[in-house]
């Protein structure tokens, strides 16, 4: 059985049925059924057309559901708009769903949440993993957000912005996720550039662009993170960083300017720097303050303290630091590099390990413990 078929089709299967009637949430149950079915048919018997067969039989489990509620007055026009035999048009009607997934009347965690299930093809439990709440939690979420779309129809759609906002987390989940989305978040926002002259838009691609680049070097064979200073340039993509920059420089001289393309201003300078030492981190810092300026975003803000720490000095970048909420996620992990940087190896231990035991996912929460245990190890041998 083809998974990665099943998921490649989930979405253009599911806009057939929103715009043939069904509502979301009784079209995405309608799906869903028919994927369980394909599971237990296609090994013993193939279709020729799989998303002819997936059309007609989620259609069909529609009818089903459709015919059991007594409230639904336009049953028969429901029948007679039965998709026909033959194979199904090869229509990509993904980025379409995301506008959907997107409408304004969704919390921004709500509407990707409500993508990763019905467009990406996780599971609610896997979900919830990345959002590190329980199941239960997540599945009511997306219950709440499945209910509040269901009447929305395709010329009720979100808007450009909040469209963005769904792409850039999804690709975040697929960058760092179990399951990669981060090259369909690529292909959708390319498709959106296409079709949009909004600059961050743009933006929002160049930054994909920049931060996929870097992904072959961003961990080992067995999964371990690898830091931005220590990862080989040599295996960063120079064509996408050149494509990405190319990108950014057109958005930029729109003089438009928006937080996608000041994240991928940030990025650029990482991009451009043969190596680590050589990062131009007065500028970085620069564009954290345009970025906070923009957003006003804590994280944001975090991340600055960190760029100050190696522009002007660990103890500038503490300074920084100091003026953030501790409870902020990551920050003990930027503290424990910046006492570290300033040689209090005693205190970047122990805070190196509890930001291990607050890590949001294993990978980060093994890395922060090798460090630990570095720094340990660093010390005891002096």
């Not at 990862?231 to 990108?247: F, H, N, P, S, Y």
């Not at 409870?327 to 570290?340: C, D, G, I, M, N």
Request: proline share 5%.
């Amino acid at each position: 059985m083809d998974e990665v078929l099943l998921r490649s089709l989930t979405p253009s299967v599911l806009a057939v049925l929103v715009r043939r009637g069904a509502d979301f949430a009784a079209a995405e149950d309608a799906v869903q059924d028919a994927l369980v079915e394909a599971v237990r048919v296609w090994p013993a018997d193939p279709p020729r057309d799989p998303k002819g067969w997936l059309v007609t039989v989620a259609w069909r489990k529609f009818l089903d559901a459709a015919r059991s509620d007594a409230a639904r007055r336009r049953r028969q026009d429901l029948v007679e708009e039965e998709p026909a035999p033959g194979p199904a048009p090869a229509v990509d009607d993904t980025l379409q769903l995301y506008f959907l997934c997107a409408h304004p009347s969704l919390t921004p965690s709500s509407a990707v949440a409500l993508t990763l299930r019905a467009v990406g093809g996780l599971t609610t439990r896997q979900i919830a993993q990345a959002y590190l709440v329980p199941e239960a939690t997540m599945a009511q979420r997306i219950s709440r957000a499945k209910r509040t779309v269901s009447g929305v129809r395709f010329d009720q759609p979100g808007d450009v912005a909040t469209v963005l906002r769904v792409l850039y987390l999804v690709f975040n989940e697929g960058y760092s996720g179990d399951v990669d989305l981060a090259a369909e978040a690529i292909r959708l926002t390319r498709q959106l550039a296409a079709a949009s002259d909004h600059p961050e838009v743009a933006g929002l691609l160049a930054l994909m662009l920049l931060h996929h680049a870097r992904r072959a070097a961003r961990t080992t064979p067995d999964g371990s993170l690898v830091p931005l200073a220590e990862q080989d340039r040599g295996r960063w993509d120079t064509k996408l960083i050149a494509e990405g920059v190319g990108i950014l420089q057109a958005a930029l001289a729109r003089d438009r300017l928006g937080e996608f393309q000041a994240q991928a201003a940030i990025a650029a300078l990482h991009a451009d720097a043969p190596t680590a030492e050589e990062t131009d981190w007065v500028q970085i810092v620069e564009w954290y303050d345009e970025l906070t300026r923009l957003t006003d975003s804590p994280v944001v803000r975090l991340n600055r303290a960190v760029a100050v720490g190696e522009a002007d000095g660990p103890r500038a970048g503490l300074a920084a630091l100091a003026a953030l909420d501790a409870s902020l996620l990551r920050h003990t992990a930027v503290a424990a590099y910046l006492h570290e940087r300033d040689g209090d190896l005693t205190t970047a231990a122990r805070l190196y390990t509890e930001a291990a035991q607050k890590a949001p996912n294993l990978a980060e929460r093994n890395h922060l413990t090798r460090q630990a245990a570095r720094i340990n190890s660093r010390r005891d041998g002096g």
